[in-house]
Nanobody
């Protein structure tokens, strides 16, 4: 099993900030490919950010300049600034085994195997 536990979600006003965390228990998080996804009811889960074992980072265009993904203290972090109403979603962290030393090129649900339980982010405007 891949124990991933998200926290840090909440209800905030547009323009505010949140810092989400995804704690790894019993394994070294930095040895895996890690990513953040989000999902709203009736919509497919979408990738928002990813970080590989070398620290290379990818962001979806809609969050560039506002979201920051990082890996520290065996925890995956997502700093979210300048929140918008459209950021409202359940946020999930995900992990994938590195294959041949590489991580998935795209932040896609089908490319990640292990998932946390999610943490809700609600933005009011």
């Amino acid at each position: 099993p891949m124990p991933l536990v998200e926290s840090g979600g909440g209800s905030v006003q547009a323009g505010g900030s949140l810092r989400l965390s995804c704690a790894a228990h019993g394994f070294t998080l930095s040895s895996y490919c890690m990513a953040w996804f989000r999902q709203t009811p009736g919509r497919e889960r979408e990738g928002v950010a990813a970080i590989d074992r070398r620290g290379a980072i990818k962001y979806t265009d809609s969050v560039k300049g506002r979201f920051t993904i990082s890996n520290a203290d065996n925890t995956l972090w997502l700093q979210i600034d300048s929140l918008k109403s459209e950021d409202t979603a359940m946020y999930f962290c995900a992990a994938e085994v590195s294959r041949y030393g590489n991580c998935p090129a795209d932040v896609r649900v089908d490319l990640y195997t292990y998932w946390g339980q999610g943490t809700q982010v609600t933005v009011s405007a």
